[in-house]
Every structure is written in C-alpha cells, then in structure tokens.
C-alpha cells in the first residue's frame, strides 16, 4: 500500500502543469495527459454518430408509418426516441469537436459508417423488432467503444456510458411493446 508524505503535493509539479498547457492551446481539451489515440477515437466516435443518426431516420420513418389501433401510442414512442437519438447524435458531434475532430454528417457512406442497420419493416411488429434490433446492436457496440477507451478518455467514455444506459432502456421498450402486442394478438 502506498504511502503519502504528510507534506507532498497531490500535483507533483503544478508549474510543469501549467507549462504545458500553455503549449499546443489550438489542441483545446487534448492535452500532453490524453492517452488515447485520438484518430482511432474520432473515427469510432463518427462511427456512433452515424449509428445515432441512422437510428434518428429509422425511428422517424417508424413513427410516420405506424398504422393500426395500436399504432398512435408506438408512434409517439418512435417519435420520443428518434428525439433522444438525436441528442446522442448531438452530444457525440459535440464531444468529436471537443477533440479537434470534424463529425461527419455526410449521408454519403453513412450506412456503411453506422452499427446498426436502416431496415423498414412492413407491419407495426416489424418496425419495432428492427428497433428492437438495433438497439441490441448499439449495445453490444457502444459497449466494446466504452471498453475500449477505458481510462484513456474518461469523458468519451462516460458519454457513451450514458448513451449506452439510454439504448438499454430503448431496447426494454421495444421488448414491452412486442409483448404488449402479442398479448393482443397482433
């Protein structure tokens, strides 16, 4: 077990902390402490990014395309989640720009960007199993990403941390909604 001096600083040499933030200030938050490597960060945080927004169009086209006597109150929950996709989306572009990145918005090689998938479905059942799918695969995603920033990028982590706490929460919705259809024969 370590041991402190009673008298040591926490910070071993606050003016070298202070030098060094005075160098390289274009880098902003990226400072000499930043352990992860930055280009692989950026591109998996533009890969979420174009994962959040696939899901914001999926859910959109779902809410629209619902139909049925069950369909207004799945609607509203598409639509409460596309809402939420879109400020994971947002936070995450905030969070790449925070690093000295460029988030890609491009709908040019988003598909291919992007975990999960844009599929349709056809019936109410359908639109929410493809949901329900793709949150499972943001899961399993964003749960890799968080493990693999680890300590080296605290604050990405956390971001995605709690997207990943949201996505979870989204995939026990669709799992309720099918339940709750399939106990009306639907």
């Known amino acids: 077990m370590a041991t402190t001096q009673p008298n040591q600083p926490f910070l071993s040499d606050i003016q070298e902390i202070r ?14 402490g ?10 998996v945080l533009n890969e979420a990014l174009a994962t959040e927004l696939v899901c ?14 069950n369909a207004q109150s799945v609607a509203q929950e598409f639509a409460e989640h596309a809402a939420e996709e879109q400020t994971h989306a947002d936070q995450i572009a905030g969070r790449i720009t925070q690093l000295g990145g460029q988030p890609n918005f491009s709908p040019e090689g988003m598909l291919t960007r992007s975990h999960s998938e844009y599929v349709e479905g056809e019936t109410l059942v359908d639109m929410i199993k493809e949901d329900l799918v793709a949150e499972r695969i943001a899961i399993e995603s964003y749960s890799e990403i968080i493990r693999y920033l680890g300590h080296d990028d605290s604050t990405s982590r956390r971001l995605m941390e709690e997207i990943l706490a949201k ?8 799992r309720t909604l099918i339940e709750r259809l399939a106990q009306k024969g639907l």
């Not at 914001?56 to 006597?69: D, E, I, T």
């Open 34 to 43: 930043y352990k992860a490597d930055l280009e692989t960060v950026l591109r």
């Open 19 to 32: 030098r060094r933030a005075r160098q390289h200030m274009e880098r902003g938050a990226v400072t000499e």
């Open 167 to 174: 996505e979870e929460e989204h995939a026990e919705d669709m």
């Open 56 to 69: 914001v169009l999926r859910y959109k086209r779902h809410q629209f395309m619902a139909y049925g006597l």
